[in-house]
């Protein structure tokens, strides 16, 4: 049986709930390599690391611990979040955060995580920046409305926001054209 790392990630920092040979350690990191090396030399042999997917910020470590063997777990935030309403917990600080997440693992023994394919990345990246650009535009294209409603409407601000419009437009058929590309060469 393995010896469970609970998680609990942020922007600057990340916690981690540690069992050991001689018990839990809770200790505070730096969300960057010199905070990963650091964690990595605590990390008894027979680990499983287990966070969240909170954002962005599993992925570099996650993928560190991966690159260096160690066994990852990465599960939904809500199935956390869940897990400790189960169990009454109300109070939320990243200690607390982190051994309800090593808690979590010892109960549920989550499957093990491991990055996706590169075309896999490249296509969410593509999706995710899609998927902004869209909300760009519909934003713009609100705001151009609103301003033609307007009887002294700045024409300079209109043309801008008609050139941003048509530039974007263009953008996100090159994004589409992209991701049909790899999901082509990469799915015939």
Not at 37 to 61: C, F, H, I, W
Not at 130 to 140: F, G, I, N, V, W
Not at 154 to 171: A, G, M
Request: hydrophobic share 40%; glycine share 2%; proline share 4%.
């Amino acid at each position: 049986m393995y010896k469970y790392t609970g998680i609990d990630l942020s922007k600057e920092t990340f916690d981690a709930s540690i069992t050991t040979d001689k018990g839990v350690i809770i200790k505070k990191f730096s969300h960057n390599e010199e905070g990963f090396v650091k964690l990595l030399k605590l990390l008894p042999t027979d680990v499983q690391v287990v966070m969240e997917a909170s954002g962005p910020y599993y992925n570099r470590l996650a993928f560190f611990l991966y690159e260096h063997q160690v066994r990852v777990s990465v599960v939904n935030p809500l199935v956390i979040r869940r897990f400790c309403q189960m169990r009454l917990v109300r109070t939320k600080t990243d200690r607390k955060d982190a051994a309800m997440i090593r808690e979590y693992s010892i109960t549920e023994r989550p499957a093990l995580w491991q990055p996706d394919a590169p075309m896999i990345s490249k296509l969410k990246q593509l999706n995710g920046a899609l998927d902004l650009l869209e909300k760009q535009l519909t934003a713009s294209k609100n705001q151009l409305e609103a301003f033609k409603q307007m009887p002294d409407a700045d024409q300079t601000v209109v043309k801008w926001l008609e050139e941003n419009l048509y530039q974007n437009r263009k953008l996100l058929h090159k994004l589409e054209q992209e991701m049909e590309q790899v999901a082509r060469q990469h799915y015939e």
